[in-house]
């Protein structure tokens, strides 16, 4: 079975550094996607960033970039710029052959001012 | 389109009532996916639907729990004789899966949630 694990519960950063959060999988599959999303208090997920598995190039979203190695089934997001709405609970999430996404435990991310 | 919604936002019942949920998916979106998500953890899937048909649903999902997606549409969660251990935020997406290896590429979309509180 596929876990996803993150082994930072909280995290922070001052406004307008960069940060990044880690995040560890295990599959056997091939071919998967990974994903961030970003869950605000008391809203709903937003997908931050995706990463298709046959791509060696990481994606980038603007502020946000992964480091993605798939030899080692890590998966990181880097957050540049931080600004305050950035403040959030991250978590990260794999998809492979049933199409349904299994999530890890979530980092939380502190943004101060 | 107005996303994914999901009603109600907040429900609190008595322990050993019956609640029901509503979700209402992008309409083009042919699955839809109900999670479990407890207070400082991340979403655990339930089940999911393509179209109106159930596909999988998880061990979590005790006989307690039922849900339905009548012509493929809305969706309904259903828990029977609530318990404490039920309280929840319980989360709603959907996607478009055009073929078996399309592995999430369109993404999923999630709804606000519906929070219950068993007291």
């Known amino acids: 079975a596929q876990t996803v694990t993150q082994s930072q519960p909280e995290m922070s950063v001052q406004e307008a550094e960069t940060v990044t959060l880690s995040c560890t999988y295990d599959t056997s599959e091939s071919d998967y996607y990974l994903f961030w999303y970003k869950q605000p208090p008391s809203r709903q997920m937003i997908l931050v960033i995706r990463?298709?598995?046959?791509?060696?190039q990481n994606a980038t979203e603007n502020r946000f970039s992964v480091n993605f190695q798939k030899a080692a089934k890590s998966f990181s997001l880097k957050i540049s710029d931080s600004q305050l709405g950035d403040a959030a609970m991250y978590f990260c999430?794999?998809?492979?052959?049933?199409?349904?996404?299994?999530f890890g435990t979530g980092t939380l991310l502190a943004v101060q001012p | 389109d107005t996303g994914v919604s999901q009603d109600p936002r907040h429900k609190i019942t008595k322990r050993g009532q019956n609640v029901t949920f509503r979700c209402d998916p992008i309409s083009e979106h042919n699955r839809l996916y109900w999670y479990r998500q407890t207070l400082g953890q991340g979403p655990e899937f339930l089940t999911y639907?393509?179209?109106?048909?159930?596909?999988?649903k998880s061990r979590l999902l005790s006989d307690r729990f039922s849900a339905e997606r009548p012509k493929g549409s809305f969706s309904t969660l259903e828990i029977q004789r609530t318990e404490q251990g039920d309280s929840a935020m319980y989360l709603c997406?959907?996607?478009?899966?055009?073929?078996?290896?399309?592995?999430?590429?369109?993404?999923?979309?999630f709804g606000s949630g519906t929070r219950l509180t068993v007291v």
């Open positions: 997406a959907s996607s478009l899966v055009r073929a078996a290896k399309d592995r999430g590429s369109y993404g999923y979309t």
């Open positions: 639907f393509q179209n109106e048909a159930q596909l999988e």
């Open positions: 990463q298709e598995a046959y791509k060696q």
């Open positions: 999430a794999y998809t492979g052959a049933t199409n349904k996404l299994i």
